[in-house]
């Protein structure tokens, strides 16, 4: 059996009104190891991640999210 994987991460990192989308390079096993640095205010209590499956062409495949 042919197993392909092709996964091209894409991240979405939110925090009050500030945006990062991150991705982190192609394959099965896609690794980061970056450091996000966001200045906020006394307000900000969650940080909003969504992950997803950058696809050229068509929509992004949702794959998770966490708070």
């Known amino acids: 059996m ?3 994987c092709i996964l091209q991460p894409l991240a979405s990192l ?5 945006i990062c989308l991150y991705t982190a390079g192609k394959g099965c096993e896609p690794e980061s190891n970056e450091t996000f ?14 992950l997803l499956d950058s696809d050229s ?10 708070t």
């Not at 640095?37 to 969504?50: H, M, P, Q, R, W």
């Not at 062409?57 to 966490?66: I, L």
């Open 14 to 18: 939110a925090i009050c009104n500030l």
């Open 2 to 4: 042919l197993i392909l």
């Open 37 to 50: 640095v966001f200045t906020v205010s006394d307000g900000a209590t969650e940080l909003f991640i969504k």
């Open 57 to 66: 062409g068509t929509d992004d495949d949702f794959v998770g999210e966490a």
